[in-house]
């Protein structure tokens, strides 16, 4: 067996992606070394990510300057920053994304839609197609939440050759709401006479604030000992389900028109809580046909003392067993999963809205900087 931990997860049938971007990694090397001799196979990004890249270092500015020459519109400025991002980190994953015989398996990065439209979604579709055909690349997936109205928008953009990856799942209900909307979306698309064998998409499931917002529940119960499980158990739910969509009829017929299955992601891997060791999220759902998506220090600890098997399909029975027996304690799972996607959207509008504020205070500058100049 490989001696690379990062290495052995892949040898199971699971694709690591990193959870992070910014400037220093695409230009220094780092992520083409991740990629070559780790295993990296994918990214993605959100507006947190993109905050912190854009407020902790110096590499946006002269980008942002020359942008206000020609538009003052914040949100149109962060995304032609994040585009460039984007494009950049798809070339460097041309080569996974065409590797022989797994053509369009991996190699994809994300670009999430604005948050403020997560309950609108005529106004996600129309932002997708935008992002889409401004980044161009065929390897690109455009994140759009799980919302109530993101399902829809899901369905409409596989119809119409987008790549998509559904963020922020939490509810074992809404990710079969997105099985129906991707098949349903390829339906249609093959009903028009198009190619579906290059449509890909990810569902991307929330781990770790599931156990964030439960255990303390759990606490004083008769349930104590479920403490740090939740999450897990509903992961390995969803992939028995994943599986069930997967193997029918249904999709068969999709598949031999060429259709990839939807893989499901696991998001959100970074520990919480500091009594649980900091690779968990990762150890504990390895197994194939998966993507689990990686925070910089969690790669690193992994890699380091992270243990590699096939835990994906183990005690399923009891997984099942553990979500039921929330009810006998008072825990409603279906009311902590709406809570967390709500929290979610709120999450990244205020990341989201702290980049459109940077993005003003630098406009700001340049109309301060140029009436002092005309004054003088």
């Known amino acids: 067996m490989e001696k690379n931990k990062l290495l052995q997860i892949g040898s199971f049938g699971q694709s690591i992606w990193l959870d992070f971007i910014d ?33 902790s270092s110096d590499d946006y500015a002269d980008d942002i300057a020359e942008l206000l020459k020609y538009s003052h519109d914040s949100e149109k400025i962060f995304y032609q920053l994040a585009v460039k991002d984007i494009q950049t980190a798809a070339d460097l994953f041309r080569g996974v994304y065409c590797e022989k015989d797994r053509r369009g398996y991996d190699g994809y990065v994300s670009l999430e839609v604005s948050p403020f439209l997560a309950n609108d979604t005529e106004k996600t579709i129309r932002q997708a197609v935008e992002l889409w055909q401004a980044v161009d ?45 991707y098949i349903s979306g390829l339906e249609e698309r093959l009903s028009e006479g198009k190619d579906i064998s290059k449509v890909a998409s990810v569902a991307s499931f929330f781990l770790s604030r599931i156990d964030v917002v439960v255990d303390p529940l759990l606490k004083d119960t008769e349930k104590a000992t479920l403490k740090g499980k939740v999450a897990v158990a509903s992961a390995k739910i969803a992939y028995q389900k994943y599986k069930a969509a997967f193997n029918s009829d249904r999709w068969n017929k999709l598949a031999d028109k060429g259709a990839m299955p939807q893989r499901l992601l696991w998001a959100s891997t970074g520990t919480k809580n500091p009594e649980f060791k900091d690779t968990k999220y990762i150890e504990e759902l390895i197994g194939p046909e998966t993507v689990t998506t990686v925070p910089v220090e969690t790669l690193a600890a992994f890699k380091d003392h992270g243990n590699a098997s096939n835990t994906l399909e183990t005690d399923i029975a009891l997984s099942q067993e553990t979500l039921d027996s929330l009810s006998k304690v008072n825990i409603t799972l279906s009311q902590i999963t709406q809570q967390l996607e709500d929290e979610g959207i709120h999450k990244f509008n205020i990341p989201f809205g702290n980049i459109l504020r940077l993005i003003d205070k630098a406009k700001g500058n340049l109309i301060t900087t140029a009436k002092d100049f005309t004054k003088s």
């Open 23 to 55: 400037r220093d990694i695409l230009r220094s090397g780092k992520l083409a070394s991740l990629i070559e001799q780790d295993g990296v196979k994918g990214i993605t990004s959100n507006p947190a990510i993109f905050e912190k890249a854009i407020s």
């Open 137 to 181: 690349r065929e390897n690109l997936m455009i994140k759009i939440p799980g919302t109530q109205q993101g399902v829809p928008a899901v369905r409409r953009c596989i119809a119409s050759g987008i790549n998509i990856n559904i963020t922020l799942l939490f509810s074992l209900d809404r990710y079969s709401e997105i099985i129906e909307a």
